[in-house]
């Protein structure tokens, strides 16, 4: 059955520093997404990406965030200067056309501690 | 916006004991509804799903109903497991303008005692 692969699984990084989280989609879906989960908080939508571009963000994707598909398969997650409350699970997740009654498939996730 | 609001947990059951986790909804027209299980250390994964009212989703022992005259896609077994232990979330396929996102509850932690 087709994987979202998300890497790295856990990511520690120092308050201030850039991080990259990267997703390789399932290849014939055309709609991606992050969404995040606070430890032991609900999973809060963060953006959709289609067509090569933003098609919603939440107000939680502030200019710190930005994402990119930079070469048609991976898609990526930075945060350019991450602060201790962007500590949580990161899940991609990705959609294909017309999968209205399909459903999302999500990656296992990124856990990223800042510290 | 569109809203899922669930049972509030954690819950504690027995092993056999039935289970109901109550999620419902708040969105505009009938958006396709799911639940999705988080077991620990792990990601998402979906559970079962509904598309439309009255369809029932069922996968492992569970199901939930789409009821669109309560605005409710309530989660049931008849008899968990140790294995069921879990978060459990509801979650509604939100489309506004041709964008789609999941929405989803504050999940419900289930624990399962042998």
């Known amino acids: 059955e087709p994987e979202v692969t998300q890497t790295p699984s856990h990511q520690v990084t120092q308050m201030g520093q850039e991080v990259i989280l990267r997703c390789v989609p399932i290849s014939n879906h055309l709609y991606f997404y992050w969404y995040r989960q606070i430890l032991g908080q609900k999973v809060e939508f963060l953006v959709s990406f289609y067509n090569n571009e933003i098609s919603e963000k939440s107000e939680i994707f502030d200019d710190q965030f930005s994402v990119e598909r930079p070469d048609g398969s991976n898609f990526t997650l930075k945060i350019r200067s991450t602060k201790l409350e962007d500590s949580a699970m990161y899940f991609c997740?990705?959609?294909?056309?017309?999968?209205?009654?399909?459903?999302?498939?999500f990656g296992s996730g990124t856990r990223l501690t800042v510290v | 916006g569109d809203s899922v609001t669930q049972m509030e947990g954690p819950v504690t059951l027995s092993e056999e004991a039935f289970l109901t986790i109550n999620c419902t909804y708040t969105?505009?027209?009938?958006?396709?509804l799911f639940w999705y299980v988080q077991y620990p250390g792990e990601g998402l994964q979906l559970l079962l799903k509904a598309t439309k009212a009255d369809d029932k989703g069922s996968n492992k022992g569970f199901e939930a109903t789409y009821r669109k005259e309560t605005t409710s896609f309530h989660l049931e077994k008849g008899s968990v497991q140790v294995s069921d232990s879990a978060v459990y979330f509801c979650?509604?396929?939100?489309?506004?303008?041709?964008?789609?996102?999941?929405?989803f509850g504050q999940g419900t932690r289930l624990t399962i005692n042998p």
């Open positions: 997740a990705s959609l294909s056309v017309g999968g209205r009654a399909e459903g999302y498939t």
């Open positions: 979650a509604l396929l939100s489309i506004i303008q041709g964008a789609q996102k999941l929405v």
């Open positions: 969105a505009t027209g009938y958006p396709s």
